[in-house]
């Protein structure tokens, strides 16, 4: 996933609003972090922009959301996963 630029440092300095932590917590049983350090567990849950920024669709149309996103102007749009199966399981971030 990537990071705005220099938000790794804000957040090593202690600047993390405080929700971020209670969103953490929140999906410590459903997220796999991996080997990724505290830091970045905490600004996968910034509570700044939890959701507002993330969205789920099928593969087939993700191509044409990020190329219409893109023809509006925004530049930093990324597909960050896919799913692997239907129903509830674990988020797993991988490196």
Excluded at 1 to 14: I, M, Q, S
Excluded at 42 to 58: E, I
Excluded at 76 to 89: P, S
Aim: proline share 3%; charged share 20%.
């Amino acid at each position: 996933v990537p990071f705005l630029h220099e938000v790794k440092n804000l957040a090593t300095a202690g600047i993390i609003p405080g929700g971020t932590y209670n969103n953490l917590d929140f999906v410590k049983d459903a997220v796999d972090f991996g080997n990724h350090p505290r830091t970045d567990q905490l600004l996968l849950c910034d509570a700044q922009t939890s959701g507002g920024l993330l969205v789920a669709m099928s593969e087939k149309e993700s191509s044409k959301y990020l190329h219409d996103l893109k023809d509006a102007g925004m530049k930093n749009v990324f597909v960050i996963g896919h799913f692997t199966q239907t129903g509830e399981g674990m988020i797993h971030i991988g490196n």
